[in-house]
């Protein structure tokens, strides 16, 4: 799976403006493990503060998503850090992104996720509410964000295009 | 829609990667090409037809009917 980053694509046409954007993205990864850092205290001080009372399954949600976000933004800033020192690799690494077929396969790829969570969650929206009416709720909220969302992004690019 | 890139890049004698890397793309997408699985952005089209020294027409037969031109 050569290539495949989720929302990938860049314009960058050489290796100095790919550099630039990774310095940019790193910032990203900072705010990324920032993010991490405040959900894991966030889990440790509901568990020893005593003030709130969370149940354990959401308590290791909450800590495993910190841990989560805190590796991953580490490991994609060692990543990146070694890229742009690499002359080679970064240029390898760019390909990567900016290749046409590359971004090609990654806007079809995203269009068969969205179709595929669009009938998940409208089959969710029509059995969920059996067993609990709030995910029926949650279910037709989320698809009607997702059209909203939709829409307002088709008419923005359709302006800009 | 097929091209001519693997004829006239083994007339020069360049390999795929070699040719990849002339237009800034990766090994795979000039693989697809060949193979007449991928066509080629209008860019993409100006870069390969620059390397061969080519018009974009002589690179890539269009099928008229497939094309609906």
């Known amino acids: 799976m050569k290539g495949f980053c989720l929302f990938s694509g860049s314009k960058v046409t050489n290796n100095e403006e790919f550099r630039k954007q990774l310095q940019a993205k790193n910032k990203c990864l900072l705010g990324l493990i920032l993010l991490g850092i405040i959900s894991a205290a966030a889990a440790y001080y509901m568990e020893f503060s005593g003030k709130m009372k969370v149940d354990d399954y959401m308590l290791g949600v909450y800590c495993g998503i910190g841990v989560g976000l805190i590796c991953s933004g580490i490991v994609f800033l060692i990543r990146n850090k070694r890229l742009m020192k690499d002359e080679e690799k970064l240029k390898e690494a760019r390909l990567q992104v900016t290749d046409e077929r590359n971004i090609e396969i990654g806007s079809r790829a995203l269009r ?3 179709f595929v969570l669009l009938i998940v969650m409208y089959f969710a929206f029509l059995f969920g509410g059996l067993y609990d009416p709030m ?3 949650l279910m037709s909220c989320m698809i009607c964000l997702f059209l909203i969302v939709y ?3 088709w008419r923005v690019l359709n ?3 | 829609m097929k091209t001519r890139i693997q004829d006239l890049r083994k007339e020069l004698g360049v390999t795929q990667s070699e040719l990849a890397d002339a237009v800034d793309v990766t090994r795979q997408t000039i693989i697809s090409l060949e193979g007449g699985r991928y066509k ?6 100006h870069k390969l037809a620059q390397f061969f020294h080519v018009t974009i027409e002589e690179l890539f037969i269009f099928d008229q009917e497939d094309e609906n031109i």
């Open chain 1, 112 to 114: 068969m996720a969205a």
């Open chain 1, 135 to 137: 995910i029926s709720k």
């Open chain 1, 151 to 153: 829409a307002i992004a």
């Open chain 1, 159 to 161: 302006k800009h295009m």
């Open chain 2, 40 to 45: 080629a952005s209008l860019v993409l089209a």
